[in-house]
């Protein structure tokens, strides 16, 4: 069973730094992509960032372009999410994600149906 679970939410003023961090237990890790998203209270689970299986692709949102670094330790079964610049409007429930089906995609998906596999989420709070 495929688990994943993240860490490094918390409280931090506008402008701080946070990095979240997802660890992935149960099967071969390095071989999937993965991605971020994130729920605000009353919106959609939106996407954040994604990265291929080898880390050679990311992609970003463009809201959070120049501000959030996403990145792998597949030595390590980690995924991570660098955010710097925090703003108000990135307050949310953070999940990671993967999915089970294809694995070596070179792709980095923006799709919420790609991924079947989801963490529990974190939550970040930027205050003003």
């Known amino acids: 069973q495929v688990q994943l679970v993240e860490s490094g939410g918390g409280l931090v003023q506008a402008g701080g730094s946070l990095r979240l961090s997802c660890a992935a237990s149960?099967?071969?890790?390095?071989?999937?992509?993965m991605g971020w998203f994130r729920q605000a209270p009353g919106k959609v689970r939106e996407f954040v960032a994604a990265?291929?299986?080898?880390?050679?692709?990311?992609y970003y949102a463009d809201s959070v372009k120049g501000r959030f670094t996403i990145s792998r330790d597949n030595a390590k079964n980690t995924l991570y999410l660098q955010m710097n610049s925090l703003k108000p409007e990135d307050t949310a429930l953070y999940y990671c994600?993967?999915?089970?089906?294809?694995?070596?995609?070179?792709?980095?998906?923006?799709?919420?149906?790609?991924?079947?596999?989801w963490g529990q989420g974190t939550q970040v709070t930027v205050s003003s």
């Open positions: 990265i291929s299986w080898i880390a050679g692709n990311t």
């Open positions: 994600a993967t999915q089970s089906r294809h694995p070596f995609l070179n792709i980095c998906t923006i799709e919420k149906r790609h991924y079947d596999i």
């Open positions: 149960g099967r071969i890790f390095s071989t999937f992509d």
